[in-house]
Every structure is written in structure tokens, then in C-alpha cells.
């Protein structure tokens, strides 16, 4: 896939992401044995280990207008979103006061008080950002292509930058409730799978929700039976990193077709946190949270259970 400000917008080119999200969406709803989407926007990753956060940053307007679409498609209350990463890069914002409205891609309001010499606001650990001789910063009157392909500057050559350490944010909205118990506070990163399986009553939990749901609606006096049967999976999007589904996972249904239909929406992103300070959150909107996220993203996650 192209970066998205390279993309063909033509009959010839690429469909944007939102739109191969949005379509894999309208084939797994079909399923009413339940589905998983993994949705992967993988060149933000990308434009970081060229240092070049202008990319970095319309690929993550991808992910937002992906995520918008999706959120359009389905309904919260039985669907669950997840947002996260799988890694972050090494790229910080630098700044001493400096005020609102700066542009985020140019330079600091001061410049440095040791040469005196201005620098971007975005910096890199390391990338081919890095310069011996002088130190790259935005240039006035650029044309949209030197715009476009501005690295900036790192402190450590390398042809290609490395992903960075620290911990990354984690968004959820779905199901009041479960939701929030599930993804709030700070957790190791193999905790997040277990949380979405939780949910969509995927592997071990589907005994549980089978056995929630028969006393249920039991309680009620209906008459239900159950049956485990296999999720649909799909995958979309520019992989950064590789990322392994369960397509063996088994979901819960109903046999009666009585049950209202659940689903739970998973969506995972290589988000930069504010220099390595544990920054784990939740919210019940996603997207009002993106601006935290705003320089990383790379995956969206869906899973859907009947
Ligand atoms: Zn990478």
C-alpha cells in the first residue's frame, strides 16, 4: 500500500483503508456465528523509521477516518473497539512554553541556547534524520513535495530508525460495564488478547458466556440451546508487524436465534506516549482520545460474537 499522500486517488489505485475496513465489515456481519477484523495501519510505522512525521501524521488521520467508518457501522452495545499499539518509536516532542497553535511541524518558537541554531518541534532518537554537518529544519516557502518528504532531525545516524520502549495507550469503547472494568489502569501487553476473549467469549470463556446465557434465560423460562461454532476472521490493511489471530477461536451462539446479537470491535495502534511515563488508558470514545494517539497508530482490531 502507498502512503496516503502518494496514494493513487484514481480508478487505478488503492481504495483507501476506511473504505476495504468498511467492505471486510459488510462480509463478516454477514456472519451470524460472529466474525473478527483486524485492521492494520501499518505506514504510520513506516513513515517514523524514515523520520518523516508528515506521513506519520496523515497515516494517522487514516487510521482516525478508518476508525469514524467503522464506528458508523455498528453498534457499541454490543460491540467492542479496542485501540492500541504494538509499539512506539522514538520520536518526542520538543518545546520549552511553546504556545498553542505552533505548527506541529515546524520549529520551536526559541531556538537552541547553546549554538543558536533553530530546531523541529519533532525530533528522533536515531534515523536518517541525523546529520554531522548541519541539522535539518523546516524550510520556509517549501513546495508540497519537499513538505511532504521533510525527514527531521535525529540524534543517532541510522539508515532506518528503531521502534522506541516506552508504553502505549490503549483506547476501548463498547459494552458499558465490562468495557471499562476490562481496559482501565495500567497491564502487560499480553493481557489485552485475553481481555478481547473475554468479551467476545472467544476459547476458554465461551464455556462461561454459554453457561451465563443458558442461565439467562432460564430465568426468563424460555427455552434456548447453544452450540460453539468457528468465527469468521479477516485481516486488512499494510502490516508493520507481524500479528497472530486465533482462527480457531470458538464464539458462542444461539441456536434458537433468540440471543441478541453481540459483537466486540478491537482496534490497535503503535501510539508514541510522552517519554516512556506509563500512559495506559481508557475511555469509552475512542476518538476522542486520538489526539493522545496522534502519532503512531497502526492496527484496528474487530471481533464480533453471536
Ligand atoms: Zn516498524
Same mark, same amino acid.
Given at each position: 500500500?502507498?502512503?496516503?499522500?502518494?496514494?493513487?486517488?484514481?480508478?487505478?489505485?488503492?481504495?483507501?483503508?476506511?473504505?476495504?475496513?468498511?467492505?471486510?465489515?459488510?462480509?463478516?456481519?454477514?456472519?451470524?456465528?460472529?466474525?473478527?477484523?483486524?485492521?492494520?495501519?501499518?505506514?504510520?510505522?513506516?513513515?517514523?523509521?524514515?523520520?518523516?512525521? &508528515?506521513?506519520?501524521?496523515?497515516?494517522?488521520?487514516?487510521?482516525?477516518?478508518?476508525?469514524?467508518?467503522?464506528?458508523?457501522?455498528?453498534?457499541?452495545?454490543?460491540?467492542?473497539?479496542?485501540?492500541?499499539?504494538?509499539?512506539?518509536?522514538?520520536?518526542?516532542?520538543?518545546?520549552?512554553? +511553546?504556545?498553542?497553535?505552533?505548527?506541529?511541524?515546524?520549529?520551536?518558537?526559541?531556538?537552541?541556547?547553546?549554538?543558536?541554531?533553530? &530546531?523541529?518541534?519533532?525530533?528522533?532518537? /536515531?534515523?536518517?534524520?541525523?546529520?554531522?554537518?548541519?541539522?535539518?529544519?523546516?524550510?520556509?516557502?517549501? +513546495?508540497?513535495?519537499?513538505?511532504? /518528504?521533510?525527514?527531521?532531525?535525529?540524534?543517532?545516524?541510522?539508515?532506518?530508525?528503531?521502534?522506541?520502549?516506552?508504553?502505549?495507550?490503549?483506547?476501548?469503547?463498547?459494552?458499558?460495564?465490562?468495557?471499562?472494568?476490562?481496559?482501565?489502569? +495500567?497491564?502487560?501487553?499480553?493481557?489485552?488478547?485475553?481481555?478481547?476473549?473475554?468479551?467476545?467469549?472467544?476459547?476458554?470463556?465461551?464455556?462461561?458466556?454459554?453457561?451465563?446465557?443458558?442461565?439467562?434465560?432460564?430465568?426468563?423460562?424460555?427455552?434456548?440451546?447453544?452450540?460453539?461454532?468457528?468465527?469468521?476472521?479477516?485481516?486488512?490493511?499494510?502490516?508493520?508487524?507481524?500479528?497472530?489471530?486465533?482462527? /480457531?477461536?470458538?464464539?458462542?451462539?444461539?441456536?434458537?436465534?433468540?440471543?441478541?446479537?453481540?459483537?466486540?470491535?478491537?482496534?490497535?495502534?503503535?501510539?508514541?506516549?510522552?517519554?516512556?511515563?506509563?500512559?495506559?488508558?481508557?475511555?469509552?470514545?475512542?476518538?476522542?482520545?486520538?489526539?493522545?494517539?496522534?502519532?503512531?497508530?497502526?492496527?484496528?482490531?474487530?471481533?464480533?460474537?453471536?
Amino acid at each position: 500500500m502507498e502512503f496516503e499522500v502518494d496514494r493513487d486517488k484514481g480508478q487505478n489505485g488503492d481504495p483507501p483503508l476506511s473504505e476495504m475496513a468498511v467492505k471486510a465489515l459488510s462480509i463478516l456481519q454477514k456472519n451470524n456465528k460472529g466474525f473478527f477484523l483486524f485492521v492494520e495501519s501499518g505506514r504510520i510505522d513506516h513513515a517514523h523509521h524514515y523520520n518523516n512525521p &508528515y506521513r506519520a501524521l496523515e497515516e494517522t488521520l487514516v487510521l482516525e477516518s478508518t476508525l469514524e467508518a467503522i464506528m458508523s457501522k455498528v453498534d457499541l452495545s454490543d460491540t467492542l473497539i479496542v485501540v492500541t499499539a504494538d509499539h512506539s518509536h522514538v520520536m518526542t516532542m520538543g518545546g520549552l512554553a +511553546t504556545p498553542r497553535g505552533n505548527d506541529i511541524l515546524g520549529v520551536d518558537v526559541k531556538p537552541s541556547d547553546v549554538d543558536g541554531l533553530p &530546531y523541529s518541534t519533532l525530533l528522533y532518537g /536515531n534515523g536518517p534524520g541525523h546529520s554531522a554537518e548541519h541539522r535539518l529544519v523546516p524550510m520556509v516557502n517549501a +513546495t508540497d513535495a519537499e513538505t511532504h /518528504n521533510r525527514l527531521h532531525g535525529a540524534a543517532v545516524p541510522r539508515q532506518w530508525a528503531t521502534h522506541g520502549g516506552e508504553d502505549v495507550a490503549v483506547y476501548a469503547a463498547g459494552p458499558q460495564g465490562i468495557t471499562q472494568a476490562l481496559f482501565s489502569g +495500567t497491564f502487560d501487553q499480553s493481557y489485552v488478547p485475553h481481555a478481547i476473549a473475554y468479551v467476545a467469549c472467544l476459547s476458554e470463556h465461551a464455556e462461561r458466556c454459554r453457561r451465563q446465557d443458558a442461565e439467562a434465560i432460564n430465568r426468563s423460562n424460555s427455552d434456548a440451546t447453544f452450540v460453539a461454532s468457528k468465527a469468521g476472521v479477516l485481516g486488512v490493511g499494510a502490516s508493520s508487524q507481524g500479528c497472530s489471530v486465533d482462527t /480457531n477461536a470458538v464464539t458462542r451462539t444461539a441456536a434458537t436465534g433468540g440471543a441478541k446479537s453481540g459483537a466486540a470491535i478491537v482496534l490497535a495502534s503503535s501510539v508514541l506516549s510522552d517519554n516512556g511515563s506509563s500512559k495506559q488508558t481508557n475511555n469509552t470514545n475512542p476518538l476522542l482520545n486520538l489526539g493522545y494517539a496522534l502519532i503512531a497508530a497502526a492496527a484496528m482490531l474487530v471481533v464480533a460474537v453471536t
